[in-house]
């Protein structure tokens, strides 16, 4: 079945820097990778995600990057907010030709992000 | 509130008895998931349904754990005799095949469980 590596388990930055997180996955089926935010005691959230079709994927200060050859993706946090600080979740999953969802998503470590002020 | 919920918020039990836990989706979604989370990790996908047909399972859900979605609508997740290991946070979310986004799972706030 599927495997999510995902690194760094935990990541501090300065107000204003930038993050990166980091995520392979061992099944070169899967096409459909979303990445989730999970503040303390709330649900997973998901913030953006992104199909094999394209390699890259921007929304405001959140981008998101695959290398299908290399099975990784990232997810890049631009000028960061303490409001960032959270768990994320890179996950992996299949679509269909007509993309839908076969179902179930493989899900990453997690990374804590600290945003100091 | 139009989300996934989850009742309840937070169970706890004393090894050996038996729990359940609802989930009702977002109302226009067919497709129905059951995670459980533990500390420090990413949610384990557990089984999943479309509409009342449970299509698949984790080989994680041992013959203790029952899930049910009778009319399509609303989940149940079933632990029968509870052990030590089960303590996690269950998750459910839901999703449409129709639509725009028929990728996007959305979650709910979790059934947090204790077995003492």
């Known amino acids: 079945g599927e495997n999510v590596e995902q690194h760094p388990s935990t990541l501090s930055v300065q107000e204003g820097d930038s993050a990166v997180i980091k995520c392979t996955y061992s099944d070169s089926a899967s096409n459909y990778f979303p990445w989730y935010k999970q503040e303390l005691g709330k649900r997973p959230q998901l913030i953006i995600d992104i199909r094999s079709n394209v390699g890259e994927k921007k929304d405001q200060r959140i981008a998101v990057t695959l290398n299908k050859t290399a099975k990784h993706f990232s997810l890049h946090i631009t000028e960061t907010q303490p409001e960032d600080s959270a768990v994320y979740f890179c996950a992996a999953g299949r679509l269909n030709a007509g993309g839908t969802s076969y179902g179930k998503l493989t899900f990453g470590q997690g990374t804590i992000l600290t945003v100091h002020p | 509130d139009t989300g996934v919920s989850q009742n309840p918020r937070h169970k706890i039990t004393k090894r050996g008895q038996n729990v359940t836990f609802r989930c009702d989706p977002i109302?226009?979604?067919?497709?129905l998931y059951w995670y459980r989370q533990t500390l420090g990790q990413g949610p384990e996908f557990l089984t999943y349904?479309?509409?009342?047909?449970?299509?698949?399972k984790s080989r994680l859900l041992s013959d203790r754990f029952s899930a049910e979605r009778p009319k399509g609508s609303f989940s149940t997740l079933e632990i029968q005799r509870t052990e030590q290991g089960d303590s996690a946070m269950y998750l459910c979310?839901?999703?449409?095949?129709?639509?725009?986004?028929?990728?996007?799972?959305?979650f709910g706030p979790g059934t947090r469980l204790t077995v003492l």
């Open positions: 109302s226009e979604h067919n497709r």
């Open positions: 349904f479309q509409n009342e047909a449970q299509l698949e």
């Open positions: 979310a839901s999703s449409s095949t129709s639509g725009s986004r028929t990728d996007t799972q959305y």
